[in-house]
């Protein structure tokens, strides 16, 4: 059975553990440790699914609790994936802020989950990348 938790404060070994074994890993800084580490703590809405005492979900999300929450990451390991796993670390991540809009980029891999499971696609989303500035 899976037990779900708010987990403000995860062990960053256990988040690491988790983002590699559910390839999350692949589009994460994982090898740079302080900037892992950095971003696990500075998400403040962190949603946890544990098989016992494994670790095997991630819902973290950055909100300010009434009109936005950011889910910026979702991740479930290989082994514990199409048992809805992710669709339940989201529905939680949005009772906890029920009154903000839930929003996320999805992975090139996961554009056709989300729809699947009530999302509306956005095609109005801008980003610069951290090495691009705003031009003058």
């Known amino acids: ?14 988040a690491h553990d988790l983002y590699v074994a ?7 800084p ?4 302080e900037r892992f580490a950095a971003m696990i703590r500075n998400g403040n809405l962190i949603i946890t699914a544990w ?7 991630i819902s973290r999300s950055v909100t300010d609790w009434v009109w936005m929450t950011y889910l910026s990451d979702l991740a479930v390991r290989v ?3 199409r048992q809805g796993i992710g669709k339940e670390l989201m529905r939680r991540t949005q ?3 029920p009154q903000a809009r839930l929003l996320l ?3 090139p891999a996961a554009r056709e989950y989300y729809p699947h499971v009530g999302f509306q696609h956005m095609p109005h989303a801008w980003w610069l990348q951290p090495d691009e500035r ?3």
């Open 105 to 107: 980029l999805a992975a």
């Open 79 to 81: 082994t514990h994936q």
């Open 134 to 136: 705003i031009t003058p």
């Open 30 to 33: 994982v090898e740079d440790r």
């Open 95 to 97: 009772e906890a802020a």
């Open 22 to 28: 559910s390839t999350l890993g692949e589009r994460r």
């Open 51 to 57: 098989d016992g005492g494994l670790l095997v979900g």
């Open 1 to 14: 059975m899976i037990e779900y938790k708010l987990t403000p404060d995860l062990d960053v070994d256990l």
